[in-house]
């Protein structure tokens, strides 16, 4: 059974920094591409970013592009989201999710928890 | 970015009874080199992370009940529950995987009448 479990999340002041983790288990993490997906309190799903298989290639949303950085670590079978430079706006449950086919184009088979993110001063 | 735009924002359906989710895409999202829509549908139950539910617009993912039904091509797509059941009332979203940025619908709350 898939399981992610995402940690880290945290009352932040704007401008602050947080880096999230989220430990995968029950697939081989190696051979699958990552993600993050954001919700905001009371919101929808917004897609953040994603990582190919072997941390080679990664891709942002316009807005966190030069702020967030998605890395992982293959040995240890987890997934980072590096955050700098917070604002208010990134204020959400941050979601860690497999995705199905490995890609930009592509979606999410499985889901963590999440953890909470909480800018404000 | 590709707009999704879902309708209803909220519906209630008595139980045994079909719900219908809309969902539109503001580009096309068919890829003809390959015969498939870059559109799945999620549930999100209050509390929980969303599960995905329907992939390529139309095949239902392992272990989805079978009155879990997805149909549409290139712009327009459907979510049907045929018979509602109450483990149902959730929060549905779309989301388009043919284009960068991914992106989602803003959700349909399904609720019993």
């Known amino acids: 059974e898939v399981q992610l479990v995402e940690s880290g999340g945290d009352l932040v002041q704007p401008g602050g920094s947080l880096t999230l983790s989220c430990a995968a288990s029950g697939f081989i993490f190696s051979d699958s591409w990552m993600s993050w997906v954001r919700q905001a309190p009371g919101k929808g799903l917004e897609w953040v970013a994603c990582?190919?298989?072997?941390?080679?290639?990664?891709y942002y949303l316009d807005s966190v592009k030069g702020r967030f950085t998605i890395s992982r670590d293959n040995a240890k079978n987890s997934l980072f989201l590096q955050m700098n430079s917070l604002r208010a706006e990134d204020t959400a449950i941050y979601y860690c999710?497999?995705?199905?086919?490995?890609?930009?184009?592509?979606?999410?088979?499985?889901w963590g928890q999440g953890t909470l993110v909480t800018v404000s001063s | 970015d590709i707009v999704m735009t879902q309708s209803p924002d909220s519906l209630a359906v008595s139980l045994g009874e079909r719900a219908t989710i809309n969902c539109k895409s503001s580009q096309n999202l068919f890829y003809n080199s390959n015969n498939r829509n870059y559109l799945a549908w999620y549930q999100q139950k209050a509390g929980q992370p969303p599960k995905l539910l329907i992939y390529w617009a139309s095949t239902r993912e392992s272990g989805v009940p079978d009155r879990f039904s997805g149909s549409g091509s290139g712009t327009d797509f459907t979510l049907t529950i045929s018979s509602l059941q109450a483990e149902d009332v959730a929060v549905y979203y779309c989301?388009?995987?043919?284009?960068?940025?991914?992106?989602f619908g803003q959700g349909t709350k399904v609720e019993i009448k």
């Open positions: 989301q388009q995987f043919y284009y960068t940025p991914r992106t």
């Open positions: 999710t497999k995705d199905r086919r490995g890609g930009i184009y592509d979606f999410h088979d499985s």
């Open positions: 990582i190919k298989k072997d941390g080679t290639e990664d």
